[in-house]
Protein backbone atom coordinates (compact mmCIF):
# COMPACT_ATOMS: atom_id res chain seq x y z
CA UNK A 1 0.00 0.00 0.00
CA UNK A 2 1.36 3.32 -0.64
CA UNK A 3 0.11 6.94 -0.08
CA UNK A 4 -1.75 8.66 -2.63
CA UNK A 5 -0.41 10.38 -5.92
CA UNK A 6 -2.26 13.83 -4.77
CA UNK A 7 -1.22 13.48 -1.07
CA UNK A 8 2.31 12.96 -2.13
CA UNK A 9 2.26 16.11 -4.76
CA UNK A 10 0.81 18.40 -1.96
CA UNK A 11 3.05 18.01 0.26
CA UNK A 12 6.48 18.13 -2.20
CA UNK A 13 4.26 21.13 -3.63
CA UNK A 14 4.25 22.55 -0.03
CA UNK A 15 8.08 21.87 0.76
CA UNK A 16 9.57 22.77 -3.23
CA UNK A 17 8.06 26.33 -2.31
CA UNK A 18 9.10 26.90 0.89
CA UNK A 19 12.45 28.04 1.86
CA UNK A 20 13.29 25.24 4.76
CA UNK A 21 14.29 28.21 7.05
CA UNK A 22 13.36 27.81 10.31
CA UNK A 23 9.70 29.12 11.07
CA UNK A 24 8.83 29.27 7.44
CA UNK A 25 6.51 27.20 7.62
CA UNK A 26 3.67 27.47 9.83
CA UNK A 27 3.88 24.97 12.41
CA UNK A 28 7.75 24.68 12.28
CA UNK A 29 8.28 26.41 16.04
CA UNK A 30 12.12 26.51 17.62
CA UNK A 31 12.45 22.82 19.03
CA UNK A 32 12.87 24.71 22.46
CA UNK A 33 8.73 25.22 22.83
CA UNK A 34 8.36 21.47 20.84
CA UNK A 35 10.41 18.66 20.63
CA UNK A 36 11.77 19.40 24.19
CA UNK A 37 8.52 19.65 26.83
CA UNK A 38 7.62 16.61 24.55
CA UNK A 39 10.47 14.54 25.35
CA UNK A 40 10.39 15.81 28.72
CA UNK A 41 6.82 13.92 28.65
CA UNK A 42 8.51 10.85 26.90
CA UNK A 43 11.24 10.56 29.72
CA UNK A 44 9.99 8.69 32.42
CA UNK A 45 9.05 5.76 29.94
CA UNK A 46 11.82 5.68 27.49
CA UNK A 47 15.07 3.88 26.75
CA UNK A 48 17.40 6.83 26.25
CA UNK A 49 19.67 4.39 24.75
CA UNK A 50 17.90 3.46 21.83
CA UNK A 51 18.27 5.60 18.59
CA UNK A 52 14.66 7.85 17.58
CA UNK A 53 13.07 8.28 14.48
CA UNK A 54 11.18 11.66 13.45
CA UNK A 55 8.28 10.76 11.63
CA UNK A 56 7.46 13.64 9.47
CA UNK A 57 10.42 15.18 10.13
CA UNK A 58 9.70 18.28 7.82
CA UNK A 59 12.78 20.63 7.61
CA UNK A 60 14.56 18.96 10.04
CA UNK A 61 14.23 21.45 13.33
CA UNK A 62 13.11 18.78 15.74
CA UNK A 63 15.33 15.91 14.55
CA UNK A 64 18.48 18.03 15.33
CA UNK A 65 17.09 18.82 18.82
CA UNK A 66 16.39 14.75 19.57
CA UNK A 67 19.61 14.37 18.01
CA UNK A 68 21.47 15.77 21.32
CA UNK A 69 19.23 13.79 23.85
CA UNK A 70 19.55 10.35 21.90
CA UNK A 71 22.85 8.17 20.61
CA UNK A 72 20.99 8.72 16.94
CA UNK A 73 18.43 10.54 15.15
CA UNK A 74 16.92 9.63 11.93
CA UNK A 75 14.48 12.05 10.43
CA UNK A 76 12.15 10.46 7.49
CA UNK A 77 9.84 12.02 5.61
CA UNK A 78 7.47 11.32 2.42
CA UNK A 79 8.72 14.52 0.66
CA UNK A 80 12.32 14.80 -0.90
CA UNK A 81 12.29 18.25 -0.76
CA UNK A 82 11.71 18.85 2.59
CA UNK A 83 14.47 16.05 3.25
CA UNK A 84 16.71 18.23 1.13
CA UNK A 85 16.08 21.05 3.30
CA UNK A 86 16.55 19.25 6.34
CA UNK A 87 19.87 17.75 5.37
CA UNK A 88 21.18 21.69 4.20
CA UNK A 89 20.09 22.33 7.51
CA UNK A 90 21.66 20.10 9.52
CA UNK A 91 25.08 21.92 9.54
CA UNK A 92 27.04 19.97 12.11
CA UNK A 93 25.50 16.68 10.77
CA UNK A 94 24.02 15.60 13.99
CA UNK A 95 21.18 13.78 12.49
CA UNK A 96 20.29 11.66 9.41
CA UNK A 97 17.46 12.19 7.13
CA UNK A 98 16.20 10.02 4.39
CA UNK A 99 12.73 9.95 1.83
CA UNK A 100 10.01 7.39 3.38
CA UNK A 101 6.53 7.26 2.64
CA UNK A 102 5.08 5.52 5.88
CA UNK A 103 2.10 3.89 4.24
CA UNK A 104 5.12 1.81 2.58
CA UNK A 105 4.83 -0.78 5.18
CA UNK A 106 8.13 -2.95 3.50
CA UNK A 107 10.44 0.22 3.72
CA UNK A 108 9.57 0.83 7.18
CA UNK A 109 10.35 -2.28 8.08
CA UNK A 110 13.38 -2.04 6.62
CA UNK A 111 14.43 1.04 8.59
CA UNK A 112 13.69 -0.92 11.72
CA UNK A 113 15.86 -3.54 10.73
CA UNK A 114 18.90 -1.45 10.15
CA UNK A 115 18.07 0.52 13.41
CA UNK A 116 17.05 -2.08 15.37
CA UNK A 117 13.98 -1.28 18.57
CA UNK A 118 13.84 2.65 18.48
CA UNK A 119 12.03 5.26 20.09
CA UNK A 120 9.70 7.02 17.88
CA UNK A 121 8.37 10.91 17.29
CA UNK A 122 5.62 11.22 15.67
CA UNK A 123 4.35 15.13 15.86
CA UNK A 124 0.85 16.09 13.90
CA UNK A 125 1.32 13.71 11.37
CA UNK A 126 -1.93 11.18 11.42
CA UNK A 127 -4.42 14.49 11.68
CA UNK A 128 -2.56 15.49 8.04
CA UNK A 129 -2.52 12.07 6.46
CA UNK A 130 -5.76 10.52 4.07
CA UNK A 131 -8.12 9.09 6.17
CA UNK A 132 -6.79 5.59 4.48
CA UNK A 133 -2.95 5.99 5.44
CA UNK A 134 -3.52 7.03 9.33
CA UNK A 135 -3.59 2.89 10.35
CA UNK A 136 -0.66 2.36 8.12
CA UNK A 137 0.96 5.12 9.65
CA UNK A 138 0.23 3.99 13.06
CA UNK A 139 1.08 0.19 12.18
CA UNK A 140 4.75 2.36 11.18
CA UNK A 141 5.27 3.41 14.46
CA UNK A 142 4.94 -0.20 16.13
CA UNK A 143 7.00 -1.60 13.46
CA UNK A 144 9.51 0.86 14.69
CA UNK A 145 9.28 0.60 18.16
CA UNK A 146 9.76 -3.43 18.53
CA UNK A 147 9.53 -4.47 22.22
CA UNK A 148 11.89 -1.71 24.16
CA UNK A 149 10.89 1.15 21.80
CA UNK A 150 8.54 3.97 23.52
CA UNK A 151 6.71 6.48 21.28
CA UNK A 152 5.42 10.13 21.54
CA UNK A 153 2.90 10.84 19.22
CA UNK A 154 0.91 14.39 19.45
CA UNK A 155 -2.12 15.87 17.30
CA UNK A 156 -4.15 18.70 17.18
CA UNK A 157 -8.05 17.90 18.30
CA UNK A 158 -10.75 19.27 16.59
CA UNK A 159 -10.80 22.59 18.38
CA UNK A 160 -7.86 23.32 16.97
CA UNK A 161 -9.97 23.90 13.09
CA UNK A 162 -11.24 27.13 15.42
CA UNK A 163 -8.42 28.67 16.31
CA UNK A 164 -7.20 28.01 12.45
CA UNK A 165 -10.04 29.88 11.41
CA UNK A 166 -9.53 32.99 13.83
CA UNK A 167 -6.33 32.79 12.37
CA UNK A 168 -7.30 32.80 8.73
CA UNK A 169 -10.23 35.79 9.41
CA UNK A 170 -8.19 38.28 11.35
CA UNK A 171 -8.01 41.81 10.55
CA UNK A 172 -5.33 42.07 7.05
CA UNK A 173 -6.32 38.91 5.72
CA UNK A 174 -5.18 35.54 5.90
CA UNK A 175 -1.17 34.94 6.96
CA UNK A 176 1.14 33.75 4.38
CA UNK A 177 1.77 30.87 6.13
CA UNK A 178 -1.71 29.75 6.40
CA UNK A 179 -2.26 30.27 2.58
CA UNK A 180 0.85 28.53 1.64
CA UNK A 181 -1.20 25.58 3.80
CA UNK A 182 -4.22 26.05 2.14
CA UNK A 183 -2.36 26.82 -1.25
CA UNK A 184 -1.39 23.00 -1.31
CA UNK A 185 -4.63 21.78 -0.16
CA UNK A 186 -3.23 20.32 3.16
CA UNK A 187 -5.73 19.47 5.65
CA UNK A 188 -5.37 20.52 9.34
CA UNK A 189 -6.89 18.71 12.38
CA UNK A 190 -9.06 16.59 10.51
CA UNK A 191 -9.09 13.33 12.86
CA UNK A 192 -12.22 13.22 14.42
CA UNK A 193 -12.53 12.82 17.84
CA UNK A 194 -11.91 9.73 19.70
CA UNK A 195 -10.25 8.76 16.71
CA UNK A 196 -6.42 8.57 18.10
CA UNK A 197 -6.89 6.05 20.69
CA UNK A 198 -8.66 3.69 18.44
CA UNK A 199 -5.86 4.06 15.37
CA UNK A 200 -3.41 3.54 18.53
CA UNK A 201 -5.12 0.38 19.46
CA UNK A 202 -5.69 -0.78 16.00
CA UNK A 203 -1.75 -0.83 15.61
CA UNK A 204 -1.26 -3.00 18.30
CA UNK A 205 -0.24 -0.05 20.69
CA UNK A 206 -0.84 0.22 24.31
CA UNK A 207 -1.05 3.72 25.71
CA UNK A 208 1.37 4.76 28.40
CA UNK A 209 0.74 7.94 29.24
CA UNK A 210 -1.80 10.77 27.99
CA UNK A 211 -2.91 14.50 28.41
CA UNK A 212 -3.76 17.66 26.89
CA UNK A 213 -1.04 20.12 25.56
CA UNK A 214 -1.10 22.88 23.24
CA UNK A 215 1.33 22.96 19.71
CA UNK A 216 3.13 25.68 19.31
CA UNK A 217 3.11 26.96 15.49
CA UNK A 218 5.81 29.59 14.67
CA UNK A 219 2.83 31.98 13.03
CA UNK A 220 2.36 34.80 16.16
CA UNK A 221 -0.42 36.59 16.71
CA UNK A 222 -0.75 40.50 15.94
CA UNK A 223 0.39 40.86 19.61
CA UNK A 224 3.68 38.61 18.71
CA UNK A 225 2.22 35.46 21.47
CA UNK A 226 2.44 32.49 19.36
CA UNK A 227 -0.39 30.57 17.67
CA UNK A 228 -1.27 27.66 19.56
CA UNK A 229 -3.19 24.53 18.79
CA UNK A 230 -4.80 22.32 21.43
CA UNK A 231 -3.61 18.71 21.06
CA UNK A 232 -3.55 15.52 22.29
CA UNK A 233 -0.69 13.75 23.19
CA UNK A 234 0.15 10.17 23.97
CA UNK A 235 3.33 7.76 25.04
CA UNK A 236 2.89 4.50 23.60
CA UNK A 237 4.51 1.22 23.51
CA UNK A 238 4.00 -1.78 21.62
CA UNK A 239 1.41 -4.75 23.43
CA UNK A 240 2.76 -7.81 24.76
CA UNK A 241 1.21 -9.76 22.17
CA UNK A 242 1.70 -7.45 19.49
CA UNK A 243 -2.13 -7.66 18.91
CA UNK A 244 -4.85 -4.94 18.61
CA UNK A 245 -6.11 -3.92 22.06
CA UNK A 246 -9.70 -5.13 22.77
Request: a negative charge; aromatic letters at 6%; glycine letters at 10%.
Amino acid sequence: MGTSEGYMRAWEGFWAENTGEPGAAFWDADAALTAAPHTELLAAHVDPTLPIVDLGCGNGTQTRYLAGRFPRAVGVDLSPSAVAHARRADHDAVAEFEQLDLTDLARVRGLGDRLGEANVYLRAVLHQSDPVDRAPVAAAVALLLGRRGRGFVIEPTAAAKEVLRQVAERPGGTPEKLRQVRKHNLRPAEVAPGELPDLLHGAGLEILDRGRTDLVMSERHPDLSPVLLPADWFVVAVTEDGRPVG
